[in-house]
């Protein structure tokens, strides 16, 4: 269980994904991937783990992804084989809104 | 948080399609980022503070900032059009200095101790000629500097703006998503590389996945070739860039049609109306957006978008047609507030004080510390107020306003009215000092070239016209005529610069 804040990036410890914090809560949670617990990116990741199979869907790079409260949001910064979840409860997509852009 | 993440995700995801291109040249995002990451371990190994850039747009622009963002380090891209003094003094300011130039830029001028200076090219070379195994960047905390800029130093002396990286993450979360772009859309960026706008094209371009086109010297020739020759989709102007394309287009005949242009976004000034309009009738079918911003808000803070500028153009509603003036509505990261002269908060149409708020909102200098209030409000300077639809109308800066008597005059309200005398081009209202109103107001006036006038006739006829369309306080008690006003190189007039020539004259 962690405090998560926002700016800090996670990375699976069962696959590619990498994740960047949107928006957090102060409250103490597990952030998992692929049904593992996440890791601060610098950490050394642990041989031949794997996705576990409930939570094996996938992320995929640029979509962000929210609990039902929308509590909390990611940023998949690296695509990967496992399912984000939060306390065990698996994350979904965040639809994307039309942003209007000026650059 | 590092804006290097919006080059690694670019990257992964599209690692063959084209980063930038500038001229004949090209580079891939892999490629840019293997670049960014050689020489940002290079430039981190020399013990440099800071990342120079004195120099036009080109390819080694994107991959310094990213070098940059590898070695933890600042960039300071700095303006290569001042005086040799001028770069001197701001060379001083940010050594020790890794210096990426144009060797040229650099002649007569003498560069401070602590600087390892690079050719733009050799640099780009040596980037992307790196052996060996891509070195590991610098994990940057949020909170580290990334970009530095000199502000352009209209009513003083060039300030160092501060931009961190999570003010520039908090930009382009907000307003770019992520690999938006088809795999033709090309994005055309003429703005040079020491402006915000070419800073926050570099990060969002790279976002979006999207072709970065080069312009490295503006003219209205060039950018109309280059967008049709690069088939580009979207583009970003100020005013005078688009006044230039427009006069081009008009005084050569040139084909203007642009059939691959989807979107035009122009901002950094007030735009004329007869050049938004005579845009919008060339190019019907492009989307228009007025952006807003400055360089102490990460770029954009509110958006005129392109159905604000139809519904302005079609609607024969005045309170609807004065839309295409405003600057549009706050983008929605951001909270905007207009505020009296003690701090309170103003009602729908008061002109006040325009403050914002917002994770991308710096609003910080090196040596001055940062003027957010403690509710986290920055006063942008800018006067202006908001309409019950929640437009912005912007009515210039605060450090403009004429205060004649204890009466807060807007030098845009007497602008717009001897702008529409026949015999005025262009002018520009200031403040002059004076005795008995402690200010007054002053006129610099360019009329018809090679037109012969009366100045003493024209000067009472002007001052009649202004009385009869404003109260006699608008009135201006000194008119000056000139041929030409002073301008920045990004069309921003220098109302420093002529009020002391007016005060001189006094």
């Known amino acids: 269980m962690t405090t998560l804040k926002a700016g800090s990036r996670l990375k699976s410890a069962v696959c590619d994904t990498e994740v960047m914090v949107v928006r957090a809560t102060a409250d103490d949670v597990s952030l998992e991937c692929g049904g593992a617990v996440m890791l601060a990116l610098a950490s050394e990741k642990p041989a031949g783990a794997a996705a576990h199979e409930a939570f094996a869907q996938g992320t995929l790079v640029g979509k962000r992804y929210t609990d039902a409260d929308e509590r909390f949001e990611f940023l998949c910064t690296k695509g990967g084989k496992g399912s984000l979840a939060i306390d065990g409860v698996l994350l979904v997509v965040k639809q994307a809104k039309a942003l209007p852009s000026s650059d | 948080m590092n804006v290097l993440m919006t080059l690694e995700m670019a990257a992964e995801c599209h690692p063959d399609r084209i980063a930038a291109a500038c001229g004949e040249r090209s580079i891939s995002y892999a490629e840019m980022l293997r670049a960014a990451r050689h020489a940002g371990a290079q430039i981190r190994a020399s013990g440099c503070r800071h990342v120079g850039l004195l120099d036009i747009n080109s390819l080694a622009a994107p991959v310094a900032l990213y070098a940059a963002a590898c070695a933890g380090l600042s960039y300071v891209p700095m303006n290569y059009r001042l005086t040799k003094p001028e770069i001197q003094a701001l060379l001083e300011r940010i050594a020790p200095a890794w210096l990426i130039a144009d060797p040229q830029l650099l002649e007569g001028v003498e560069v401070p101790a602590g600087f390892t200076v690079v050719d733009r090219d050799q640099f780009l070379q040596d980037a992307l000629d790196g052996v060996g195994a891509d070195p590991e960047a610098v994990q940057a905390e949020p909170s580290t500097v990334a970009v530095q800029l000199f502000t352009s130093g209209t009513t003083g002396a060039p300030k160092a703006a501060v931009l961190r990286h999570e003010n520039l993450m908090s930009y382009i979360l907000g307003t770019v ?27 969002s371009s790279t976002y979006a996945c999207r072709r970065m086109v080069q312009l490295p010297n503006f003219d209205g020739q060039s950018w109309l070739e280059t967008c049709q020759r690069e088939k580009v989709s979207n583009a970003f102007v100020v005013p005078t860039m688009l006044s230039r394309v427009i006069e081009y287009i008009d005084a050569s005949g040139a084909d203007a049609s642009l059939p691959a242009l989807r979107a035009l976004a122009y901002g950094g000034g007030k735009m004329p109306a007869p050049v938004i309009e005579r845009a ?3 190019w019907p079918a492009v989307d228009f957006t007025n952006a807003y911003g400055l360089t102490e808000t990460s770029s954009t803070i509110a958006l005129l978008d392109p159905e604000g500028h139809r519904e302005g153009f079609n609607s024969t509603d005045p309170e609807v047609r004065k839309r295409l003036h405003s600057v549009g509505r706050p983008i929605d990261a951001v909270e905007i507030e207009i505020r009296d002269e003690d701090g309170k908060p ?10 914002v708020r917002g994770g991308q909102v710096a609003g910080e200098y090196l040596g001055i510390g940062s003027l957010l209030d403690a509710n986290g409000w920055f006063p942008t300077r800018d006067r202006g107020y908001q309409d019950k639809y929640g437009f912005l109308y912007l009515d210039g800066r605060a450090d403009d306003v004429i205060v004649r008597g204890g009466e807060n005059i807007s030098p845009g309200e007497i602008e717009d009215v001897l702008r529409q005398h026949p015999a005025v081009v262009d002018v520009a209202v200031v403040a002059l000092p004076d005795e008995e109103w402690g200010e007054c107001v002053g006129a610099a006036v360019v009329t018809q070239p090679g037109v012969k006038i009366d100045e003493a006739a024209l000067r009472a006829e002007l001052q009649t016209w202004v009385r009869e369309r404003l109260r006699s306080s608008r009135v201006p008690a000194v008119i000056s005529f000139r041929e030409q006003l002073p301008y920045n190189e990004m069309g921003k007039i220098l109302r420093r610069v002529l009020r002391d020539e007016l005060s001189a004259a006094l």
Do not use: K, T
Request: proline fraction near 8%.
């Open chain 2, 177 to 203: 998503e992520f690999g938006a772009a088809d795999e033709h859309d090309a994005v055309l960026v003429a703005v040079p590389p020491y402006h915000i706008a070419g800073i926050s094209a570099v990060l």
């Open chain 2, 346 to 355: 103003l009602p729908v149409d008061a002109v006040g004080d325009v403050y």
């Open chain 2, 280 to 282: 919008m009738q060339l």
